[in-house]
């Protein structure tokens, strides 16, 4: 069933457990995305970003992904990931999307409120729910180069954000607690009492992006200090992928058909275990 992000995360608040946000860029992905949460019996948010325009259209993303979401066993939230273009943000709203989130965590402080306001005036008329960011969200470049034990000058501040809730009213907020989007080449260090600080001071539901590759514990533990939404993709992408490379070496009969039932298959798995670890299997 098609539904709101707003509400799958108060439960997920008031229950303790995440609800896993997975990112597709064609009808396989999604298929499976759905497929392992209706074996978890689980909540899932479907998202859809604004840079993978490239890869296929967001009509065509709206008429595939809300056709999946309408005929799902579970709950599932259709979601605009990192809208920048707010030409973008409003065209998704209108196409049906039941989430949306605005970055403009680049811009200065009140400017991201403004913007953050400006979708809500719309969102809250169409029963949509609204995600921004605050804080710097650093991207691994592949080098293995950041310095993780200075990033806590770019994580999200904790009065900022009590301020920017108040002023916005917004549904969640994606904070930087030391996450990065893309593929880990170290070891990343996250700011759990950053997370709970700012759990405590906003009483919202909490965002991480750049949820790829870390531990099970370290998934846990940023749900127990207030996380209840987990933005799950790049580890996804390049597991599915080695796992397709290895059907083809082993298939060489193999045809397209194949390759795409294979491709659902090896999402289902992927995500499933994402969604047990995020604790909210049965939370449908």
Excluded: C, W
Excluded at 37 to 56: D, R, T, W
Excluded at 141 to 164: C, H, I, K, P, R
């Amino acid at each position: 069933m098609l539904v709101n992000l707003k509400t799958v995360l108060e439960k997920a608040k008031t229950e303790k457990y995440a609800v896993g946000a997975f990112n597709a860029t064609d009808l396989n992905t999604a298929r499976g995305i759905i497929a392992a949460a209706e074996a978890e019996n689980a909540p899932v948010i479907l998202q859809f970003a604004e840079v993978h325009g490239q890869y296929i259209s967001l009509e065509q993303a709206a008429s595939m992904y809300l056709q999946l979401a309408e005929t799902a066993k579970v709950p599932v939230v259709v979601h605009l990931d990192h809208g920048e273009n707010f030409d973008t943000i409003v065209k998704a709203m209108h196409l049906g999307f039941t989430s949306v989130m605005v970055d403009a965590s680049t811009q200065p402080f009140k400017g991201n409120i403004t913007r953050t306001n400006q979708v809500l005036e719309i969102a809250r008329a169409l029963n949509v729910s609204v995600e921004a960011e605050l804080g710097i969200m650093n991207a691994e470049d592949g080098s293995g180069d950041l310095d993780y034990d200075q990033m806590d000058d770019t994580y999200t501040n904790v009065e900022e954000a009590a301020e920017f809730v108040k002023a916005t009213d917004v549904d969640a907020l994606a904070i930087a607690f030391g996450t990065v989007h893309g593929l880990y080449k170290a070891e990343p260090h996250l700011n759990y009492q950053r997370i709970k600080e700012i759990h405590d001071k906003t009483n919202k539901p909490l965002v991480m992006h750049g949820g790829s590759g870390l531990k099970d514990e370290e998934y846990r533990e940023s749900i127990k200090n207030g996380i209840t939404k987990i933005n799950y993709y790049s580890t996804m992408s390049y597991e599915v992928t080695n796992g397709l490379r290895d059907y083809l070496n082993e298939n060489n009969d193999a045809f397209l058909f194949d390759v795409d039932m294979k491709t659902i298959e090896l999402v289902k798995e992927n995500i499933a275990a994402k969604i047990r670890v995020f604790g909210s299997s049965n939370k449908a």
